[in-house]
């Protein structure tokens, strides 16, 4: 026991009050402003004393009050993530794998997450609110959309707030995206190497930023290629992604010159293969997907049937609170931060392709 710390009887026992600064004060022999100003990191107070209170702190089993720390502060510890009123949206395993990582980091960084939801027409005024009250230090966005108004409102009011995407003026705030464009850029070009000349891309809605990337990505490779967007058949889905693949991947194979499928998702892609599986017949197709590392879905099966280019939402997620606390406890303006991906190809696809730079024109 550090012998700078009184004995227990100072301390509350089982259920009784909370530990207070007066406690620890009394206990180390130092002033309350002291104790005070050491466990909210200001530099007057030396090391070997800070880590002494932090030490004493750890076990009395001192727990900071949030509401003092508010007034001293002016921060709340607090994250506020908005969502539309949808109900599939709360069912979707993206949405849940982002979610992981954006907890675990927040209660890393001893942040807590405000989750709530209202329609699309009501969402400015839950931001409004947050921002009048000072109830929260910080927003998370997800799905930006061209043009987006929540981006607009908070970049007026100059308050912290990180982005799950990028749009127009990502040069203007803090995001955590993958590389939409480029990857998608890459599967189609992989697939024209491959000899195909037909594509259907089964896309998420094109509403959103990442969707809309991802077919100007496949766009511009068949373009690069010599082709034109008429050799893309793009069937897209609503947000979220999940369980239209069968639909999408069977009106795809109405296509008798479709030979490559490229698919924003892999639950659409497992659900797909399912609709080329009852189709039969010899017809030969290349199947491409966006892998999110979804922790349910279990892909071993299609191991060698399908190209993958993989990333992390859960990386992602942990990505986005890891900029957003940043941002509250360090000040400046928000940065970006791309999060890698990687290629798996099929058995028998030839991936030299994916080895060649993109030109400077797509990057």
Known sequence: MNKNVKPPETRPAGRGRNVTIKDLAAAL???ITTISRALNGY???GE???KRIAEAARQMGYRPNRNAQRLVTRRTHNIAWVQ???????VDPHFVEVMAGVLRGARAGNYDVVLTSDTPEHELAVYDRYVNDNSVDGFIIDLPREGDPRISYLLDVGR???VHGRNARAGEYGWVDIDNYGNFYNLTRLMLANGHRHIALVNGDEHFTYALYRRRGAVDALIDGGLGPANLKVLNSLHPMGDAGFKLTSLALADPRVTAILYSSTIMAVEGHSAIVRQGGDRQLAIATMDDELHYLDLSPFAGQ??????????????????L????EQGGPGQGHLIPSSFHLAQGMDGAVLNEPMPENRR
Not at 313 to 318: C, D, I, N, P
């Open 29 to 31: 022999g130092l002033s």
């Open 43 to 45: 530099s007057d107070v």
């Open 48 to 50: 070997k004393t800070r």
């Open 84 to 90: 539309s009123d949808n109900d599939r949206k709360f």
């Open 160 to 162: 912290p707030f990180v």
């Open 306 to 323: 399908f190209s993958f280019v993989r990333s992390s939402l859960r990386e992602a997620g942990a990505g986005l609170i890891g900029e």
């Open 325 to 328: 606390i940043r941002q509250c």
